[in-house]
Nanobody, 126 residues
Framework: AQELVESGGGSVRPGGSLILSCKAS???????MGWFRQAPGKAREGVAA?????????RYVDSVKGRFTISKDKAKNILYLQMDSLKSEDTAMYYC???????????????????WGQGIQVTVSS
């Protein structure tokens, strides 16, 4: 059975850093994955995506470009999200997502993912 387990969230001051991890079980190391977040009262949005297939392997939402980095340890099938220069508006529940479909681009769309982790809280506050 497929399972995604996030870890590494917490509280940090503005300008600080956090790294999130997502252990994927029951997935191929080539299956595509992504990080999403949902703030209170807002829709869930794609933050960063990873796909081994196709020409472009990563994609970021504009608001995190230059601050967040997505990476993957293929041997361990763990997806990471390094978050630097954190801002208060980054506060949200963060979710790891994955799927096994034949997608050739890194996707930030909720509809492209059927498997989701339980979520982990990230709070940026002074």
């Amino acid at each position: 059975a497929q399972e995604l387990v996030e870890s590494g969230g917490g509280s940090v001051r503005p300008g600080g850093s956090l790294i999130l991890s997502c252990k994927a079980s029951g997935f191929s190391s080539n299956d595509y994955m992504g990080w999403f977040r949902q703030a209170p009262g807002k829709a869930r949005e794609g933050v960063a995506a990873w796909n081994e297939r196709g020409r472009t392997h990563t994609r970021y939402v504009d608001s995190v470009k230059g601050r967040f980095t997505i990476s993957k340890d293929k041997a361990k099938n763990i997806l990471y999200l390094q978050m630097d220069s954190l801002k208060s508006e980054d506060t949200a529940m963060y979710y790891c997502a994955a799927d096994t479909l034949d997608l050739r681009i890194p996707s930030l769309a909720n509809r492209d993912y059927r498997y989701w982790g339980q979520g982990i809280q990230v709070t940026v506050s002074s």
